[in-house]
């Protein structure tokens, strides 16, 4: 399996700002993920992102308030961007470790408060 | 429109008190359902992969399985350390997983 780290683990943040967040893999992957995860709620798919291609996101998510860059096979950045308290959720990095067993494994979660 | 649903919410068992928790699923076609568990300020941390009806796979205590609409997760003689939120996911053909509400566990020593 994947040792992920994510950063930073919680983060606080004024409303209209923007936070970045890193996702970093030991073992080069393919495919990774960002999922959004509010309060007694289910994971909810960000965006697929893969090294050399554009982020695939899914409906309701916009490039323009969560850009996602991709630089390599081991990372990845979120950003949130113009930040309101709706924003305020726990956010997890994932990657697919092995495409013939279709297995995601997450990080530890940035939980961002948005003021 | 392809969804999970887990049952219960939440449950509280004495230490050593068998039960299950529930993962019902629409899907347009299964690639796989996934059981992870998640505890408090963490990541979900994955269990187990189930592909077909009728696979069964264990782990220590914990037990899956699976049906054409739903998945079981049995908790044999549970200890206060098997205390979390249990997910259940779905991937489809098309690569888009579905992710349930979770169950809570709480287990009373």
């Known amino acids: 399996s994947a040792v992920i780290s994510q950063k930073p683990s919680r983060d606080i943040c004024q409303r209209g700002t923007s936070l970045t967040i890193q996702c970093q893999v030991d073992s080069q992957v393919t495919m990774m993920f960002w999922y959004r995860q509010q309060p007694g709620q289910s994971l909810t798919l960000i965006a697929t992102?893969?090294?050399?291609?554009?982020?695939?996101?899914e409906s309701g998510f916009v490039i323009d308030k969560f850009p996602i860059s991709r630089p390599n096979l081991t990372f990845s950045t979120l950003t949130v961007s113009n930040m309101s308290p709706e924003d305020s959720s726990i956010y997890l990095c994932?990657?697919?470790?092995?495409?013939?067993?279709?297995?995601?494994?997450f990080g530890p979660g940035t939980r961002l408060t948005v003021l | 429109e392809d969804q999970v649903t887990q049952s219960p919410e939440a449950l509280r068992l004495q230490e050593g008190e068998s039960s299950s928790l529930n993962c019902s699923y629409t899907?347009?076609?299964?690639?796989?359902l996934f059981w992870y568990r998640q505890d408090p300020g963490k990541g979900p941390e994955f269990l187990f992969t189930?592909?077909?009806a009728g696979e069964e796979k264990e782990k220590e205590r914990l037990k899956a399985t699976l049906t054409k609409k739903e998945s079981f997760l049995h908790i044999t003689a549970p200890k206060p350390e098997d205390s979390a939120t249990y997910l259940c996911?779905?991937?489809?053909?098309?690569?888009?997983?579905?992710f349930g509400t979770g169950t809570s566990l709480t287990v009373i020593p």
């Open positions: 994932s990657v697919e470790w092995d495409s013939r067993y279709n297995e995601q494994f």
């Open positions: 996911a779905v991937q489809n053909t098309g690569n888009q997983f579905y």
């Open positions: 189930l592909y077909s």
């Open positions: 992102a893969n090294q050399g291609s554009e982020a695939t996101y």
């Open positions: 899907v347009s076609g299964l690639r796989g």
